[in-house]
């Protein structure tokens, strides 16, 4: 069981940056794949990037490309999501989720979910 919690949210100007956190509870962070995932007003709620549990191999939607980084740091329990160069489009409250063992692409497969933090970039 992990229990997740985000923070980092905020208002920024467009061209601007952000870093969300996601702090977990527990023992075994190590052993749970990470996810970003973020939902937009009126949209579902998309894929913004994973890592897997070493923090060697990330993944990131075409949309967030060369602007968003996922990192983690497993003695700190958290994983961290660098956003720069915002856009406007990028407004949405963002969630972390885990998996344990392996890296799912769809957000069904995660098990566990934190609360969301809201990022709203201003044009």
């Known amino acids: 069981q992990v229990q997740l919690v985000e923070s980092g949210g905020g208002l920024v100007q467009a061209g601007g940056s952000l870093r969300l956190s996601c702090a977990a509870s527990?023992?075994?962070?190590?052993?749970?794949?990470m996810g970003w995932f973020r939902q937009a007003p009126g949209k579902e709620r998309e894929l913004v990037g994973t890592?897997?549990?070493?923090?060697?191999?990330?993944t990131y939607a075409d949309s967030v490309k060369g602007r968003f980084t996922i990192s983690r740091d497993n003695a700190k329990n958290t994983v961290y999501l660098q956003m720069n160069k915002l856009k406007p489009e990028d407004t949405a409250v963002y969630y972390c989720?885990?998996?344990?063992?392996?890296?799912?692409?769809?957000?069904?497969?995660?098990?566990?979910w934190g609360q969301g933090t809201q990022v709203t970039v201003s044009s």
């Open positions: 527990g023992r075994t962070f190590s052993s749970y794949a």
């Open positions: 989720a885990a998996h344990w063992a392996f890296t799912p692409t769809l957000q069904s497969a995660y098990n566990y």
């Open positions: 890592i897997n549990i070493s923090g060697g191999v990330s």
